[in-house]
Nanobody, 124 residues
Framework: QVQLVESGGGLVQAGGSLRLSCAAS????????MGWFRQAPGKERSFVAA????????DYADSVKGRFTISRDNAKNMVYLQMKSLKPEDTAVYYC?????????????????WGQGTQVTVSS
């Protein structure tokens, strides 16, 4: 069982930066791949980024590649999403998720645990 709590969302101007954090409970955190997803009003929840269990492998949606960086600290049970050069279209609720698979999937159905989400709003 893994419980996830996101933080760090807020209101930022276009071009600005934010860092999202995800605190995980559970002794087996290091065995999970972790991902970030987002959901804008009226849209489906979509993949943003994922990271393998040891942090050595990452994957990004094309829309955020080069602007967002996912990282993890297994000693602290934390996952981060550093977001730079934010755009109004990045506005969404951002969710942290844990996957029991042995890779770092893009499909939300491959994730077993989800946080409650944190709102990110980018003004133009």
């Amino acid at each position: 069982q893994v419980q996830l709590v996101e933080s760090g969302g807020g209101l930022v101007q276009a071009g600005g930066s934010l860092r999202l954090s995800c605190a995980a409970s559970g002794r087996t955190f290091a065995s999970y791949a972790m991902g970030w997803f987002r959901q804008a009003p009226g849209k489906e929840r979509s993949f943003v980024a994922a990271i393998g269990w040891n942090g050595g492998s990452t994957d990004y949606a094309d829309s955020v590649k080069g602007r967002f960086t996912i990282s993890r600290d297994n000693a602290k049970n934390m996952v981060y999403l550093q977001m730079k050069s934010l755009k109004p279209e990045d506005t969404a609720v951002y969710y942290c998720a844990a996957s029991g698979t042995n890779y770092y999937p893009r499909n939300r159905d491959d994730y077993n645990y989800w946080g409650q989400g944190t709102q990110v709003t980018v003004s133009s």
